[in-house]
């Protein structure tokens, strides 16, 4: 009751906030609703954080990784069709965005006559990041899956920077 209260008064304008010189109120209150929507998130309030992140996005359209936690959502809840297509508007913002290659690749692995093109985004995300446990371990299993001889170097790759993951040791 409580998370959907709170998003109803920040969605409707009524909490005030003070903005910094420069600043704008619009981008103020989209940085509290993301500060909203990831608590959300956190909290297991998905479709709270789903409506919250819509709203910040709509108010603040650069905010990239907004794009990708929708995106992420979007993808948890089978809607992976409208992942994609958030994902894709955070490389519109910023094409240097590991997670939104990592959340492409997740899309496209779900994919089976896309497995391939999910290797290649998750690549660009290590490119970006190369400590992305997730999108190696996501790579190494959909290398796996399609019987790729580099799935040992990457579940390697993956047990060398983070030996405590549950997935590395399949």
Known sequence: MIPALLIWVL??????????????LSRAHADSLYRVALRLRDEGERDGAIAALRQVVAED???TLAYCHLGHLLFDQQVADAAETFFKRAL???????EAYYGLGRVYRRRPKERLKAIQHFRSALARDSRHVEAMYEMA???????????????????????????AYV
């Not at 913002?93 to 590991?98: N, S």
């Not at 299993?141 to 993951?165: C, G, V």
Request: hydrophobic share 30%.
């Open 11 to 24: 969605l409707s304008g009524l909490c005030p906030y003070v903005a910094d010189a420069g600043v704008s």
């Open 61 to 63: 359209p650069r905010r």
């Open 92 to 98: 519109d913002v910023d094409d240097r965005c590991a």
């Open 141 to 167: 299993m959909t290398q796996l899956e399609l019987d790729d001889y580099d799935a040992k170097s990457s579940f390697e790759d993956l047990i060398r920077i983070d030996p405590e993951h549950s997935g």
